[in-house]
């Protein structure tokens, strides 16, 4: 089941339960064990916005996301090093999982130059320039310690033609194989998952699936979606993706997504997820709730004595009214955005909890019915156009 | 010693130990005790900004101060009583000051006509036109359920000449009787403080002293210093008031200060304290050591594994190492303002509670030389600048 670099490293998988094509999984790293479907919240530059370690662990996040890119220009992967690594430099003992930075120099750098060596840019920080290579994302990743890491690729904009997504697909396979390579040499680097593009191109996803999984690698991530594409295709693509990945390693379904397509996701048979939506709606006043997402600022919540959402066990909804949140987020109180931020992502977990117990208790079909029926009848009532006025593409770019 | 209308309203003062003009204390208030010299965090719009309650709790903070004019403007304080009061409001369930809202319709509202009956004005929020009078002050604080409140004064600018400040005192003497009078009907406002007046002349000041403590009020506030005059002449004011001020009532030095103005003024006689400075500088990055300030930012810092003060009881910096923080700081992370503000807080709070221990150890004089040869030392040798450049005058005017 697991290759020898696997053991080594000390990564594992283990189906426990399935609902038609639903997985519920025991994923194990050597920061720990984390039950699967798990979402990742995002931190993006070494901090989940707004949220300590102890606040994660509280909302219950069993691993968290970081972000090659943003740390390989700010503080420096040397910097993090040198202070004991990923974990002890932002005080998160669990798992963490990094992304090569492929798609961050897509989406936020400048005057970009891919080559076959690999891609130059222009840092969005300070405009130095600056250049990754298969080669040196393995390097970084190695520094930062993180237990799950990722191989450059390269993000194509949607809608990209085939002969498009074809050239692109043999860069990144070609850039895989180079980063495998560095990895067998990088003698700490966490378990290196592959991963799929193909954008939404039948045949080229069915070629990357195919061309990615005859490397034997531990885990599998799917790239290139939601990145503006229509929902049913973002779907389809998934799985497809899925049905043809093998049964015993993870899969990841980078960048999504909305509560509901994470519930629309497990039901295909996906296992891990991040996304930026629950820190970034809360900034913008946006909160997550059974019934569906609301608008904090709304003057009807003037004079809401009751919680954001009364089932759910966070520190917002245990201590505060909508009235007091309301207030804080129009007075641009800093605490309006932690509060906000403390909720969504406790909103998410409890969502991938209920989803694993649902599993666990053989009641997966009967929970995706009623979750959706619920969340989307108050979305569509009258927030869900504020959703997607708040977050037009889920994939994070800042 | 106290009048009826101090024990209907359930406060009290009780002078505990002395040493020289320093004075321990111990305030009774109906939502309970604290010990005084007391040093209060500044919640403006009803909330300490970035921290909650449990935050300010685990800081050590025993009272909070709110602010009359920003709650009027915004949410408003029939919207606040028809939510149960400020202190359910935004949870704080302990002792909550308010000042009257008359420095901040000096410092922040455009347009404002000041009159007999009160004080015509632009909000700072939407630009509504708004007023303010010695009873709608009252009515105000009524409504908010604070535990101590303050009459509407006019505070002059730094420098008046003795022709203004005799002007602005009779009216600011005028209004507190209004206010009294007002506080009467009112059944369940807090106990009311009066404001001392009288810029930086000492006769205006011995006046006003003398003025306001004929009419036996339960704590006496000394207003409109640290407005940007000389600090000797601070020092200078506050020692004066504080010698006339009765033995029996506390006295609170409206706005102050740095931590050596903190030390200084409990040295001349003051009780209370607030200043926005804790969390103000936090977020412009500046945090307090017992060495004196230090400025997150500098590239200095950027390997250096230490928490900020190895002596702090704080998450920040019992969790946390500087290279972490200035790393938070320079990538605007939220989390950078919460952890530095929790830090600073807790100094200050820190800094308090040292000095109540030496003073009913009978050290004070000992502890204020000490801390003020460690504090100085580090300020003086390279932070000082940074400090003032940091924060101008103390008293917030946002």
Redesign the interface.
């Known amino acids: 089941m697991t290759s020898p670099d696997d053991i080594m490293r000390e990564f594992g998988f283990d189906l426990v339960a399935t609902s038609d094509r639903a997985r519920l999984g025991r994923m194990r790293t050597r920061h720990g064990e984390l039950q699967t479907p798990a979402f990742m919240p995002v931190a993006t ?3 989940v ?5 102890s606040d994660l662990r509280a909302a219950g996040a069993q691993i968290v996301l970081a972000n090659t890119y ?1 740390l390989f220009l ?2 420096g992967h040397e ?1 993090v090093r ?3 690594g990923l974990h002890r ?3 998160w003992d669990g798992p963490i999982l990094t992304d090569s930075g492929g798609f961050q120099v897509w989406s936020l750098s400048k005057l970009r130059k891919i080559s076959e060596h690999g891609v130059e840019f222009r840092s969005h920080v300070d405009g130095s320039l600056r250049s990754l290579s298969p080669e040196r994302c393995i390097e970084i990743q190695d520094a930062l310690g993180t237990d799950v890491i990722h191989p450059l690729d390269e993000c194509l904009a949607y809608p990209a033609t085939s002969v498009q997504t074809e050239r692109s697909l043999a860069l990144t396979s070609r850039w895989l194989r180079r980063s495998m390579e560095a990895h067998r040499r990088a003698k700490t680097a966490g378990a290196l998952f592959g991963i799929v593009q193909g954008g939404t191109h039948e045949d080229m996803r069915r070629q990357a699936v195919e061309e990615t999984c005859t490397l034997g690698l531990p885990g599998y991530s799917i790239g290139g979606l939601a990145v503006g594409e229509p929902k049913p295709v973002m779907y389809d693509m998934t799985e497809l993706c899925a049905e043809m990945l093998p049964r015993d390693r993870p899969r990841y379904l980078m960048g999504v997504g909305k509560p509901t397509d994470l519930v629309e996701s497990v039901a295909r048979g996906i296992d891990m997820f991040d996304c930026v939506m629950p820190t970034r709606n809360a900034r913008h006043g946006q909160v997550f709730t059974a019934d569906g997402p609301l608008i904090i600022a709304r003057s009807r919540y ?2 809401d ?1 009751g919680p954001i959402d009364p089932e759910c066990p966070c ?1 917002a909804c245990r ?3 909508r ?2 949140l ?3 987020f ?2 641009r ?3 309006a ?3 906000l ?1 403390v909720h969504n992502v406790t909103f998410y977990l409890e969502l991938m909890a209920a989803m694993r117990r649902a599993l666990a208790d053989g009641t997966f079909q009967a929970f995706r019915g009623r979750f959706l029926d619920r969340y989307g009848a108050g979305a569509t009532e009258e927030e869900a156009g504020s959703e997607s006025d708040v977050d037009g593409s889920l994939n994070e770019t800042a």
């Open positions: 530059q070494g901090s916005k707004g949220l300590t370690p943003h700010r503080p910097v040198e202070l004991g430099f932002m005080r003037a004079r004595p520190e201590q505060f009214s009235a007091y309301r207030h804080l129009a007075a109180e800093l605490l955005q932690r509060l931020s």
